[in-house]
């Protein structure tokens, strides 16, 4: 069984610091790992993903993640947060034992704000 | 915008009572997803197609739940005697069977049960 841990339910940062959200997996086979970002009353929009191939992986919005195997971390980072980066963010896992199927579990969220 | 189009985007139904949500993915997407999103959470799996085959279900997905595609297009999701506690956030997201695995989402429909 795969599972996500979000490391934060609440992070606060000022104007131009630097964002970084906090992502830890468990999967049993190689992960597709992904970054949602949420904005209130909307949908999920697609960060950036990790598939295969280059570990650090660059979204929109600024916004990249680096996959590290080792510590089974997937941290997503800004270096200059503006204040429409303010949402939940959401990151979450996939692929199952045979590959082929791209349920996603997500960890429960982190809400950034961003202060003036 | 071709993208993942749920209606309605908001529902607020007495306990007891049945409702039906609908989603049209992206036309070209051959797998459909339903997720439930309750406050403070994220969001939860429920259910996927493949075309118009239900491959999977959650535990989650009570005998209240059933959910159709037919003709492998849109998808209908039906609650029936609904409860305070199916009030939340449904989400539902497409994505191909090859290629790229992201999934993409629609806005939602948020059920209210009074």
């Known amino acids: 069984a795969q599972s996500v841990t979000q490391l934060g339910s609440h992070v606060s940062v000022s104007e131009g610091a630097l964002v970084l959200l906090r992502c830890n997996y468990s999967?049993?086979?190689?992960?597709?790992l992904f970054w949602y970002v949420q904005y209130p009353n909307q949908g999920l929009q697609l960060l950036l993903k990790?598939?295969?191939?280059?570990?650090l992986v660059k979204g929109i919005n600024g916004f990249e993640a680096e996959f590290k195997k080792s510590e089974t971390s997937f941290h997503l980072t800004k270096p200059s947060a503006h204040m429409s980066d303010a949402a939940e963010y959401f990151c979450a896992v996939s692929r199952d034992s045979g590959g082929s199927n791209y349920k996603l579990t997500f960890g429960k969220g982190t809400l950034l704000t961003v202060n003036p | 915008d071709t993208g993942v189009s749920q209606d309605p985007r908001h529902k607020i139904t007495k306990r007891g009572q049945n409702v039906t949500f609908r989603c049209d993915p992206i036309?070209?997407?051959?797998?459909l997803y339903w997720y439930r999103q309750t406050l403070g959470q994220g969001p939860e799996f429920l259910t996927y197609?493949?075309?118009?085959?239900?491959?999977?279900k959650s535990r989650l997905l009570s005998d209240r739940f059933s959910a159709e595609r037919p003709k492998g297009s849109f998808s209908t999701l039906e609650i029936q005697r609904t409860e305070q506690g199916d009030s939340a956030m449904y989400l539902c997201?497409?994505?191909?069977?090859?290629?790229?695995?992201?999934?993409?989402f629609g806005q939602g429909t948020r059920l209210t049960v009074v």
């Open positions: 197609f493949q075309n118009e085959a239900q491959l999977e």
């Open positions: 999967s049993s086979v190689p992960p597709y």
């Open positions: 990790y598939t295969t191939g280059a570990t």
């Open positions: 036309s070209e997407h051959n797998r």
């Open positions: 997201a497409s994505s191909l069977v090859a290629g790229s695995p992201e999934a993409f």
